[in-house]
């Protein structure tokens, strides 16, 4: 009795070890063969029944479950622990169905063995075979594939292979033809929609008075048109991913692109920022970057001048943004200087009297700003005199307002007496050089001659060596009088005659104004971006 109901005991707890140990196999994947060992390291240590009776009776406990994932096979598919021959037919049939309709397949052979396929025979190329396995690893309880297939590579196979698709995508095409001919309509109406949007200048410019915003509001506006367009007719045959891979291929040019053009960029940019702020107006003089001229238009790549000499100067417009610019006619009152040198005996404030005397009587010098001059150097043997003289530019040419003032004061400071020396040099000799030269004999032997030293000496200076040349002597010799008196004569004589009037006229060049005018008013294919309606910095 005791004996069987300790029997009875061991079974019981038995049998509840083995159910839970069997939820832990299924909760956590544990192998079949470790839930085995397990039960039967359990039966051992409680002496019940021997180890073939545990076995049996896990082995039917198991049997009764879902069967337990022990791998993974290339297709994902669950492997099962008992695989039948049945299902190995199966498999084997539904391969060679699926070959039999797909050209290039038919010479495949195909076995299978507990789930495992074996791939044999010939194919024409390796995409044939890849094919081949990718569509056997897509078969439910297949646990892998072996790839046993020879790659012929035959001319004959991959030829007509290739001549059968390219039939097929010709045929493809004749048929899409109705829907491909709609799509380029559709492209082509938006497109000319756009372009037509685009055209209607007057309608931007009243948007934006800039006629460079103006422009590149318009030609973007085309462009989102163009690719709107293109969307619509790739869309109706079908073809959005074509769109996907232009775009993507268009972005990366673009990027190679931006890097190989970005001086173009940086001048289109400077353009752009040129027509904004407008540093500068048609007919304006300017200098920029130490080159001068008169401004004739700003396009979108460049700044066009006409120089003082005639010539068409076109400066890249990043470098007019970027430069120093240095505009005469924004303020028409300019100033010009000249400098005249007096004798070091003269009075300087009386010179400087007597020449803004002079300069003040020509028309085209302003009463305000006033005319000055300064004392600018005292030299060796003068004293340099600074005239400071204001003109309107606007009515005035600079250099020939500056030519005649320097003439009208020259005049006026002679005329009163005030001469303009030229530089003096002041020779002096040693003593013992004075009395060598005074007790030299004038004659002398041939061998004295050679050996003596190269010396040429006037006789005046050996005559009366003790005697000082200076030539900075405040008296005119009456040769200078007649000289100048002379001078005086024949330039009255010339200034009289006729043509003379052009000389001393210091109006601006009617010439150069005129081709600039002729320059502005020629039709050019760029868009000029100065406009007097913009604001100016």
Known sequence: MI?????????????????????????????????EAELAEVATA?????????????????????????????????????????????????????????????AVSIS????????????????????AINLTNRITDVVTVEDKIERTLDVQDNVSTVYQGLKNQLRNLVKALPLLLVGIIIFAIVAWFGSWLSNRKNMWQRVTPNPFVA??????????????????????????????????????????VGFAVKDTIENYIASLMLSIRQPF?????????????????????????????????????????KGVILNYTKNPERRFTFELGVDANDDPLAAIKVG??????LTFVLDEPKAIAVINNVGDSNIILEFQVWVNQSET?????????????????????????????????????????????????????????????????A?????????????????????????????????????????????PDAKLMEKVEQEIAENSDETDLLNSNSPQE
């Open 3 to 35: 004996t069987d109901y300790k029997r009875l005991l061991a079974d019981k707890l038995k049998g509840g070890l083995q159910l839970l140990l069997l939820v832990c196999i299924t909760v956590f994947g544990v192998s079949v063969y470790a839930a």
């Open 46 to 106: 409680l002496g019940g029944n021997s180890e073939a009776e545990s076995s049996d009776s896990s082995t039917t406990d198991i049997q009764n479950k879902p069967p337990v994932i022990i791998g993974e096979s290339t297709n994902n598919a669950e492997i099962e622990t008992k695989p039948t021959p049945k299902k190995d037919n199966d498999i084997r049939q539904r391969i060679q169905g699926i070959f039999s309709e797909i050209d290039g397949l038919q």
């Open 112 to 131: 299978v063995t507990q789930g495992v396929v074996t791939l044999a025979g010939e194919t024409a190329n390796e995409k044939k075979a890849q094919q």
């Open 215 to 256: 422009e590149l509001l318009s030609q973007t506006i085309k462009v989102i048109f163009i690719i709107f367009g293109l969307i619509l007719a790739l869309s109706l045959i079908g073809a959005e991913t074509i769109l996907g891979t232009l775009l993507g291929g268009a972005g990366v040019i673009g990027i190679a």
């Open 281 to 321: 107006r048609a007919r304006d003089q300017v200098v920029i970057n130490d080159l001068e001229g008169i401004v004739v238009r700003l396009t979108s790549r460049a700044t066009i001048l006409m120089t003082l000499d005639g010539n068409q100067l076109r400066i890249p417009n990043a470098e007019v943004f």
């Open 356 to 361: 803004l005397d002079a300069i003040c009587k």
């Open 397 to 461: 040419d600079f250099a020939k307002a500056r030519s005649i003032a320097i003439r009208e004061t020259k005049h006026a400071l002679e005329n009163e007496g005030f001469s303009l020396p030229e530089p003096i040099y002041r020779l002096r000799f040693n003593d013992k050089l004075e009395q060598a030269i005074e007790y030299m004999p004038k004659t002398k032997s041939a061998t004295e001659q050679e050996d003596a030293t190269d010396l040429t000496i006037t006789p005046t200076i």
């Open 463 to 507: 005559e009366e060596p003790a005697k000082q040349i200076d030539a900075d002597s405040n008296e005119a010799s009456p040769v200078d009088d007649e000289e100048k008196r002379r001078a005086k004569a024949r330039a009255k004589y010339i200034l009289q005659g006729h043509n003379a009037d052009e000389v001393l006229d210091a109006r």
